[in-house]
């Protein structure tokens, strides 16, 4: 398992803005970011699965980037054009074995957007 550290999360208004980033302390395998709303489950959001290929959930395909830095074992989450229903806490997460599901998770960052 490796540290991760999340940052960028914040309040804004219905069509704006945020860009997170997380930081690992070490290598991983793959990265990706996972949200949760209020009494709502888990949802996976973006993430890299295979080098150079990332995957989104259809909620947010169009509107949300995601991006890495390989130098500082860094990904991002570009956040354009954000609507209410994206409030959630967002939970960076990484693979650093060869697994079906993330081992390592960040302590999440609060996305609020108000309408």
């Known amino acids: 398992q490796v540290q991760l550290v999340e940052s960028g999360g914040g309040l804004v208004q219905a069509g704006g803005s945020l860009r997170l980033s997380c930081a690992a302390s070490g290598r991983t395998l793959s990265m990706g970011w996972i949200r949760q709303a209020p009494e709502q489950e888990r949802e996976f959001v973006a993430g890299?699965?295979?080098?150079?290929?990332?995957n989104y959930a259809d909620s947010v395909k169009g509107r949300f980037t995601i991006s890495r830095d390989n130098t500082k074992n860094t990904v991002y989450l570009q956040m354009n054009n954000l609507k209410p229903e994206d409030t959630a806490v967002y939970y960076c997460?990484?693979?650093?074995?060869?697994?079906?599901?993330?081992?390592?998770w960040g302590q999440g960052t609060q996305v609020t957007v108000s309408s």
């Open positions: 997460a990484a693979r650093t074995i060869v697994a079906p599901s993330y081992d390592s």
């Open positions: 890299f699965r295979d080098p150079g290929f990332a």
